[in-house]
């Protein structure tokens, strides 16, 4: 026991003799922080590409507005014709408008000669690219589904309940019709 102890108060006195140790401690702890920084950054990568693979809309990437509708018709298919009475479900989804993109910005403030105070507000771009700060998904301005089974007022709510469930729409925006 008396080994260890003499061990250790070697090398807290080893280390009371480094110059600036503050310095390295702060190094050190902050390559400690990096690190489990970047590992969680590459957990939360892969935990995208799980849930992207489960079909959660919020992690998956669209290049447009008709293939985010054409992801969403395909999902809505799949699922009411696995309801109980339905057979052969096809859906149109239509949008109000294509997704938005709020980029960041920079704020560039210059006085004129004259005193004039002029404010100049710039994209930001990394490699001819603005980047995007938010990207908000286009709005749905309809739903319509057309399925064999669908005069059962039962059926019929229950369609209506799992369009609002799955894609969070109005009822007044969705129509339902026998085919």
């Known amino acids: ?13 080893r280390l009371k003799q480094v110059k ?3 310095i390295y401690l702060a190094l050190i702890v902050g390559l400690i922080v990096c690190g489990v920084y970047f590992i969680g950054f590459n957990n939360k990568k892969t935990s995208t590409n799980i849930s992207s693979t489960k079909n959660d809309n919020n992690e998956l990437n ?3 507005s008709q293939e985010y509708v054409t992801y969403l018709e395909n999902k809505l298919e799949s699922v009411i014709t696995n309801v109980k009475g339905i057979s052969g479900a096809n859906v ?10 709020i980029y960041v910005t920079e704020e560039e403030t210059s006085i004129t000669s004259n005193g004039t105070k002029l404010t100049k507000i710039n994209v930001v771009m990394v490699d001819g690219q603005p980047v995007v700060k938010e990207e908000i998904y286009p709005k749905i301005k309809g739903v319509v589904v057309v399925a064999k089974g669908v005069n059962d007022v039962n059926v019929k709510m229950n369609i209506l309940s ?10 007044s925006k969705i129509n ?3 085919s």
């Open 176 to 178: 339902i019709l026998e």
């Open 20 to 22: 600036h140790i503050e």
């Open 162 to 171: 799992l369009i609002q469930t799955v894609i969070e729409v109005e009822n």
């Open 92 to 101: 149109v989804i239509t949008l109000e408008k294509g997704f938005e993109y």
């Open 62 to 64: 669209f290049s447009s």
């Open 1 to 13: 026991m008396s080994n260890i102890k003499e061990k250790f108060t070697k090398i807290f006195n």
